[in-house]
């Protein structure tokens, strides 16, 4: 409690992070600036953690203000949530519940597909949608769901084959620029997690400095791929953090070479915690040793009747091609694999966030919860129905948990620009993002469900 208070009280006298300009009766929308930095998987316990080395982000937060806690939406899993950070609005809401929707392929199965441009992912309009509608400029680099939305100026966006959809000026310059190799997708997936962070924030960097936009946004992603491969709290995730902070640095920098850090609000969030598993249970085992599902040679699964999708601490089971509700001795047997703490019909779904009765085909007929310590995979192959997670698998931590456990609270801290320093937040609702943001600039996010920030801000 103490340490906690403390980041939000210590008054730092470097001229690199300057103080929060008040606001008046003349500033204008197109004279301001707002970047969103997203730290993929940074928990809220890491804020706190005297082994965290994250000096940046403690700065930013003492000369503004933390939450306590930023309380995610269900699925706690990053497009989703990327998406209710930018519409405000909860996936039940925005109809995207993983990274990609939920297709069916021949057979049948059901598979994510990424490759998707931003209207076939989601609904409802975004704060970057609003803003360009009223003239400003946009940016979004390695933000999800994303592509071709046709209301981001600059573009190089979280999907697959990311290059090859990034808006074709930015592509140029950073292909000009040394940045990226070439413009093929193919040299770019060969770099490391490491790399494509420092290239995704040189890319934030170049558009601040070169075009000063209105609205940007920033999704880094080592800390994500680091914590899942070792786990949370481990030497390799702290040294991800300080990779993470180290590039919030490099933003905070481009700012004051393009003489608008007075000018910015910074809002450094995340999409989801971490938690540490020792198990993966693995319902689609259980589901062909009851014929419901085939598999190849390979363990790919060609047809099925049911299938599981694997959400880290969440597993939801699809009813492919026979009437779940003809099912519930097969839901009992789930609920009777090692590792599963609960089997939630649909009329129980809101114990997790989720509406009870949510008309799409994107959530499961039953959505399985995991005991503390295990999570899911979708492995079907084998006779296992449980197996111990590893590094060399990359299952040693995972998100995906109900937004309810607090190993799944995010980071949220707000500096600079219109915000007012140290006022002591508990947890903050992350679909109040959205509309906090349109708000800044004088405009308001309608169909929205969270609530602007006022307690923040200075001015109105």
Same mark, same amino acid.
Request: aromatic share 6%.
């Given at each position: ?48 953690? *005297?082994?965290?080395?994250? *000096?940046?982000?403690?700065? /930013? ?18 497009? *989703?949530?990327?998406?209710? !950070? ?9 109809? !995207? ?33 609003? /803003? ?23 573009? +190089? ?24 190799? =070439? ?40 800390? =994500? ?101 003809? !099912?519930?001795? /097969? ?5 009777? /694999? ?15 966030? !989720? ?20 999570? +899911? ?63 800044? +600039? ?19």
């Amino acid at each position: 409690m103490k340490f906690f208070l403390s980041l939000l009280t210590i008054a730092f006298t470097s001229t690199q992070f300057l103080a929060s300009v008040p606001v008046s009766a003349a500033d204008k929308p197109a004279d301001q600036h707002l970047v969103l930095i997203s730290i993929d998987g940074f928990a809220a316990y890491y804020l706190t953690d *005297p082994l965290s080395p994250i *000096p940046t982000i403690r700065r /930013l937060a003492a000369e503004g203000v933390a939450a306590r806690a930023l309380k995610v939406a269900d699925p706690s899993i990053t497009w *989703p949530n990327h998406t209710t !950070l930018v519409t405000g609005t909860a996936p039940v809401t925005h109809d !995207l519940f993983y990274n990609g929707k939920v297709v069916a392929t021949n057979g049948p199965t059901i598979t994510i597909d990424g490759r998707r441009d931003k209207k076939d992912l989601f609904a409802g309009e975004t704060v970057y949608d609003l /803003l360009h509608s009223k003239g400003l400029t946009t940016a979004g680099v390695n933000w999800p769901a994303t592509r071709n939305s046709g209301t981001l100026d600059d573009d +190089f966006p979280d999907v697959p084959d990311q290059v090859i959809h990034t808006t074709p000026r930015l592509r140029t310059e950073l292909v000009s620029g040394g940045w990226l190799l =070439d413009a093929t997708q193919t040299n770019f997936a060969r770099l490391s997690a490491s790399r494509k962070d420092q290239i995704w924030t040189a890319a934030a960097a170049h558009l601040i400095r070169t075009r000063k936009p209105n609205f940007l946004m920033l999704h880094l992603l080592i800390t =994500d791929s680091t914590q899942h491969k070792y786990g949370p709290k481990t030497p390799a995730a702290y040294t991800a953090l300080a990779q993470a902070d180290f590039q919030v640095a490099e933003i905070v920098r481009a700012l004051e070479e393009a003489k608008i850090r007075d000018r910015t609000t910074i809002l450094l969030v995340s999409d989801h915690g971490f938690a540490a598993v020792t198990n993966l249970v693995l319902p689609n085992v259980l589901l062909k040793e009851q014929g419901l599902l085939e598999t190849d040679s390979k363990g790919k699964i060609t047809s099925a009747k049911v299938q599981a999708m694997a959400h880290g601490g969440i597993s939801m089971i699809y009813a492919l091609s026979t009437n779940a509700t003809g !099912l519930s001795s /097969l839901a009992a047997k789930l609920g009777q /694999l090692p590792g599963v703490d609960r089997v939630l019909a649909p009329d129980s779904f809101g114990s997790i966030g !989720l509406e009870q009765k949510i008309k799409t085909s994107q959530v499961g007929d039953w959505i399985l919860l995991a005991k503390p310590g295990f999570g +899911f995979g979708t492995e079907a192959d084998g006779t296992d129905l449980t197996v111990q997670a590893s590094v060399e698998a990359g299952t040693v931590g995972k998100h995906g948990f109900p937004s309810n456990n607090p190993l799944m609270n995010g980071l949220f801290v707000a500096s600079g620009y219109r915000i007012r320093k140290g006022t002591n937040l508990g947890t903050v609702d992350n679909r109040d993002l959205a509309p906090t943001m349109a708000h800044l +600039f004088g405009f308001e996010l309608t169909k929205a469900e969270g609530k602007v920030l006022k307690e923040i801000l200075v001015g109105n």
